[in-house]
């Protein structure tokens, strides 16, 4: 061999080695990894009988194989005080993922009871289930079962029929277990439905606060909705306040729209604590959305509207007849409460700045040398010294012009 073919020959080994080491590296990085998987979708909702498709996503250094698991929630009967093994309605089951439950009060693996996951057995160690008390299972069956659906080895889930649903929608929780290392596992949430269906609802503003109403002022807001739902067919809705179907005459009352809004009228007092407003599909009662109204006393302003307009001025020519207007600052309730005028347009005066209700109020043009040619517009505030009293908002115009 000559000296050029050695050379290339041992190039040829350096490029497979470097190769390799390039190899060992990306190999340990991916391993070095946290292992995970994902789902996608996380949620779905799936038709009564149709199908849907989940897919594993992983990081680290695990595969993609996984094995499907539903979540199954079932009575086992009640206990006779005799009987101690009990069949569960599915085998395979994943391990661990049980809660038995007696009467209500979880049991606990091999001090209450043994359980085989394959055949799906449970067999109460020391006291047999009392008489008449109920015994409940919560578990995940590989494969899921015809009454929650069934999922294949691809992650292809199958709703179940319409006859068999609990609930219209009905949740139902998929899992899926990491094969390399069953401590790894995802789940996912399905809603399956029959239509016509509400899925979900949604309210807006879902917190806020509103005016106390008077004999002459009915103060409104509305609130509204957004609904998730399938079918042709109209479906309704239900507004409660305060658990009471369209509310009363002490906390307010709601009327809605079909699927567009609800309109909240205020009661005639301020009240204590805030009211509940929700909104609940007339199809699935543990379908709904709530939202929370704090009821307010308010400051008002008597003999006045609250957008005033002062009509033209002329820039910095001084005013020989006041430009004013005067009201009377109170409580919608007529409770006396401290107040105080903030964020006060530079070209007017307030006075007084500040006191107690009732009390009267002058605002008046006043330095009219710091405008410009045009309209000018701004609010006034008045906000009152005590929590729960809603401030009294003005929008205040003047237009300017120069003298020349």
């Given at each position: 061999?000559?000296?050029?073919?050695?050379r290339?020959?041992?190039?040829?080994?350096?490029?497979?080695?470097?190769?390799?080491?390039?190899?060992?590296?990306?190999?340990?990085?991916?391993?070095?990894?946290?292992?995970?998987?994902?789902l996608?979708p996380?949620?779905?909702?799936?038709?009564?009988?149709?199908?849907?498709?989940?897919?594993?996503?992983?990081?680290?250094?695990?595969?993609k194989?996984?094995?499907w698991?539903?979540?199954?929630?079932?009575?086992?009967?009640?206990?006779?005080?005799?009987?101690?093994?009990?069949?569960?309605?599915?085998?395979?089951?994943?391990?661990?993922?049980?809660?038995?439950?007696?009467?209500?009060?979880k049991?606990?693996?091999?001090?209450?009871?043994?359980?085989?996951?394959?055949?799906?057995?449970v067999?109460?160690?020391?006291?047999?289930?009392?008489?008449?008390?109920?015994?409940?299972?919560?578990?995940?069956?590989?494969?899921?079962?015809?009454?929650?659906g069934?999922?294949?080895?691809?992650?292809?889930?199958?709703?179940?029929?319409?006859?068999?649903?609990?609930?219209?929608?009905?949740?139902v929780?998929?899992?899926?277990?990491?094969?390399?290392?069953?401590?790894?596992?995802?789940?996912?949430?399905?809603?399956v439905?029959?239509?016509?269906?509400?899925?979900?609802?949604?309210?807006?503003?879902?917190?806020?606060?509103?005016?106390v109403?008077?004999?002459?002022?009915k103060?409104?807001?509305?609130?509204?909705?957004?609904?998730?739902?399938?079918?042709?067919?109209?479906?309704?809705?239900?507004?409660?306040?305060?658990?009471?179907?369209?509310?009363?005459s002490?906390?307010?009352?709601?009327?809605?729209?079909?699927?567009?809004?609800?309109?909240?009228?205020?009661?005639?007092?301020?009240?204590?604590?805030?009211?509940?407003?929700?909104?609940?599909?007339?199809?699935?009662?543990?379908?709904?959305?709530?939202?929370?109204?704090?009821?307010?006393?308010?400051?008002?302003?008597?003999?006045?509207?609250?957008?005033?307009?002062f009509?033209e001025?002329?820039?910095?020519?001084?005013?020989?007849?006041?430009?004013?207007?005067?009201?009377?600052i109170?409580?919608?309730?007529?409770?006396a409460?401290?107040?105080?005028?903030?964020?006060?347009?530079q070209?007017?005066?307030?006075?007084?700045?500040?006191?107690?209700t009732?009390?009267?109020?002058?605002?008046?043009?006043?330095?009219?040398?710091?405008l410009?040619?045009?309209?000018h517009?701004?609010?006034?505030i008045?906000?009152?010294?005590?929590?729960?009293?809603?401030?009294?908002?003005?929008?205040?115009?003047?237009?300017?012009?120069?003298e020349?």
């Amino acid at each position: 061999m000559t000296g050029g073919e050695m050379r290339k020959t041992e190039i040829k080994i350096i490029f497979v080695l470097i190769c390799a080491v390039l190899l060992m590296i990306a190999s340990y990085s991916e391993g070095a990894k946290k292992a995970t998987i994902t789902l996608i979708p996380k949620t779905a909702a799936v038709e009564s009988g149709k199908t849907k498709k989940f897919v594993v996503k992983k990081t680290g250094g695990i595969s993609k194989n996984v094995k499907w698991y539903v979540k199954i929630d079932e009575s086992l009967g009640s206990g006779d005080g005799i009987t101690t093994g009990f069949t569960l309605g599915n085998q395979n089951i994943q391990e661990n993922s049980e809660v038995i439950s007696v009467g209500g009060v979880k049991q606990i693996q091999n001090t209450d009871y043994t359980i085989d996951y394959v055949l799906g057995t449970v067999n109460f160690i020391i006291t047999a289930p009392p008489n008449g008390i109920e015994i409940t299972a919560s578990y995940f069956a590989e494969g899921g079962s015809t009454n929650v659906g069934i999922i294949d080895g691809t992650g292809i889930y199958t709703a179940p029929d319409k006859a068999v649903l609990t609930s219209n929608p009905m949740r139902v929780v998929i899992k899926a277990v990491s094969v390399d290392n069953p401590e790894i596992s995802k789940k996912a949430f399905v809603k399956v439905y029959t239509p016509p269906v509400i899925l979900s609802l949604k309210i807006s503003p879902n917190e806020t606060s509103i005016a106390v109403s008077d004999k002459f002022i009915k103060e409104k807001m509305d609130f509204t909705l957004k609904a998730v739902k399938k079918g042709k067919k109209n479906v309704t809705v239900e507004w409660y306040i305060n658990d009471v179907e369209g509310g009363n005459s002490t906390v307010g009352t709601i009327v809605g729209t079909g699927l567009i809004k609800g309109t909240y009228t205020a009661p005639l007092k301020v009240l204590a604590k805030p009211v509940t407003i929700k909104v609940v599909s007339s199809l699935n009662e543990n379908i709904f959305a709530k939202a929370t109204v704090t009821v307010n006393d308010q400051l008002i302003a008597n003999g006045i509207p609250t957008s005033v307009y002062f009509g033209e001025v002329i820039i910095g020519k001084d005013i020989t007849n006041p430009i004013q207007e005067i009201f009377t600052i109170t409580t919608r309730t007529e409770e006396a409460v401290g107040w105080q005028a903030t964020s006060v347009p530079q070209w007017l005066e307030i006075i007084p700045r500040s006191g107690t209700t009732p009390d009267q109020v002058v605002m008046q043009v006043t330095d009219t040398g710091r405008l410009n040619d045009g309209l000018h517009t701004g609010t006034l505030i008045f906000q009152s010294t005590k929590k729960g009293v809603n401030p009294l908002t003005f929008s205040v115009s003047i237009n300017a012009r120069s003298e020349f």
